[in-house]
């Protein structure tokens, strides 16, 4: 065995287990200092907070009596609260029964329901919250496109450019430029132009309106690698620029869209110019299960590359009140397209393949930590929206099922059985672990 030939895979697998440690911890203590905080402004004492499981490696107790420990196994984490009977919650009935009226005040257990009910709330609300007020920050850095256009920042292109960075667009091929903003009116100008490898732009530069050539406005440039994908996999890089599909020489993305989808599955053989070299690259697209504007699902073939224009258009300050709304609906599509792509998987509209497992998920995070620091930070909001999501599910041993079970405290008066609580927890734990295996197989068996 080459020993040699293995050290870049080795690598790129220490790489993939970092940045999935590193995403998973951050969502982690953010949703567990959710129980945390909220637990303590609510009156209730923490005897742990840990992140992490297992053989503690760190740890220090606060002038609360909290102990604050870094475990070994770095996959998760926990808050143990007064009273309680493990990490995973439950009663320890042997604790309670030697602690005061006003003691027991001070445990999960013995405290209001209003909260219970806010302190196991807290923590999706707070993924949530990491999420939106990453995006946030996002909108506010990236900014928004300037009125009109004006060239910010140009890519390297195989063919004749010459625009100027602070050029100002005032047509393309003669005809004028709509709004940015009008993103339909937008799209369909860039869509009637011609798709060939030069174009005559009209630009305002130094006060003076010129005529100079540059690229297709929106060339078969790689922007970003979408994790797991087919161009993931080939090798692709951010800034690659497709030159050819199968000796066709094309010069928009819409080009290499059509010949994806028109392959049927088929290996496509494609010349990449990248840093002044072209190299070839194979790959085959894959079937995906898109969504659509009306909330179902097209399936097609993709290989996994995000398009944009030949330069990046110069942009001006967003107010933080518009980057926050903008940060919400972020988070929200997130959501939504998550629920509804479960319901669809659910009744079999799209393949269950859709659904990682943790395998899945390590290797998008590495693969979103190589395509660098903004779009790791990005994942990071896109997954602590999951997570947020997935806690709250009607599942026993989630923070959905304990609300459940404090639904059914308030309509009822009284909270379930403790038989009641270990039965279910049973179920919950079961279908929780059937799940995750299902989602195992899913990276272990599917294309």
């Given amino acids: 065995m080459d020993i040699a030939a293995l050290l870049p895979q080795f690598g790129s697998v220490i790489w993939t287990l970092f940045a999935f440690v590193i995403a998973l911890s951050i969502i982690v203590a953010i949703h567990e200092y959710g129980h945390y905080i909220v637990g303590r402004w609510s009156g209730i004492d923490a005897d742990v907070f840990s992140l992490g499981f297992g053989p503690v490696l760190f740890s220090r107790v606060d002038k609360r009596g909290t102990k604050w420990q870094f475990a070994l196994l770095p996959f998760g984490g926990y808050v143990k609260f007064k009273g309680d009977g493990n990490a995973s919650g439950g009663k320890d009935e042997d604790v309670m029964s030697r602690l005061s009226e006003a003691e027991q005040r001070r445990t999960m257990n013995g405290a209001p329901l209003w909260a219970r009910a806010a302190t196991v709330a807290a923590g999706p609300a707070f993924n949530f919250a990491l999420s939106i007020l990453i995006f946030t920050g996002v909108f506010m850095f990236q900014?928004?496109?300037?009125?009109?256009?004006?060239?910010?920042e140009l890519r390297a292109v195989p063919s004749q450019?010459?625009?100027?960075?602070?050029?100002?667009?005032?047509?393309i091929e003669g005809v004028a430029l709509p709004p940015f903003s009008e993103s339909d009116s937008f799209q369909s100008f860039l869509e009637g132009l011609?798709?060939?490898?030069?174009?005559?732009?009209?630009?305002?530069?130094?006060?003076?309106?010129?005529?100079?050539?540059?690229?297709?406005?929106?060339?078969?440039?790689?922007?970003?690698?979408i994790p797991r994908s087919a161009a993931d996999d080939a090798g692709f890089r951010s800034g690659d620029i497709i030159t050819s599909v199968?000796?066709?020489?094309?010069?928009?993305?819409?080009?290499?869209?059509?010949?994806?989808?028109?392959?049927g599955g088929n290996t496509l053989r494609l010349d990449v110019w990248r840093e002044g070299e072209i190299r070839t690259l194979e790959l085959t697209p894959r079937r995906t299960d898109e969504p659509q504007?009306?909330?179902?699902?097209?399936t097609a073939y993709r290989i996994g590359l995000v398009g944009g224009m030949f330069f990046e258009p110069a942009t001006e300050f967003v107010g933080p009140v518009s980057a926050i709304v903008s940060g919400v609906e972020q988070t929200g599509r997130i959501i939504d397209g998550s629920l509804s792509g479960l319901w669809y998987m659910i009744t079999g509209a799209i393949s269950t393949c859709n659904l990682s497992g943790p395998i899945g998920i390590a290797e998008t995070s590495g693969s979103m930590a190589s395509q660098g620091t903004a779009s790791f930070i990005w994942f990071i909001a896109v997954l602590s929206t999951a997570v947020g999501l997935l806690n709250l599910f009607p599942i026993p041993v989630l923070d959905g099922g304990h609300l459940v079970f404090h639904a059914y405290e308030a309509v009822t008066g009284r909270p379930p059985s403790d038989k009641a609580l270990r039965v279910?927890?049973?179920?919950?734990?079961?279908?929780?672990?059937?799940?995750?295996?299902?989602?195992?197989?899913?990276?272990?068996?599917?294309?």
């Fill in 293 to 298: 504007p009306d909330g179902t699902f097209k």
């Fill in 161 to 171: 450019n010459e625009l100027q960075v602070g050029d100002e667009l005032v047509a």
């Fill in 143 to 152: 900014g928004e496109v300037t009125e009109p256009v004006k060239v910010g």
């Fill in 194 to 225: 011609p798709q060939q490898e030069h174009l005559a732009y009209t630009v305002k530069r130094n006060g003076n309106e010129l005529v100079v050539e540059g690229p297709y406005v929106y060339p078969p440039v790689a922007t970003q690698i």
């Fill in 424 to 447: 279910l927890m049973a179920i919950g734990l079961t279908l929780l672990l059937s799940l995750m295996l299902f989602a195992l197989s899913n990276d272990l068996f599917c294309p």
């Fill in 246 to 263: 199968d000796g066709q020489t094309i010069y928009a993305f819409d080009q290499l869209r059509e010949a994806v989808e028109g392959s």
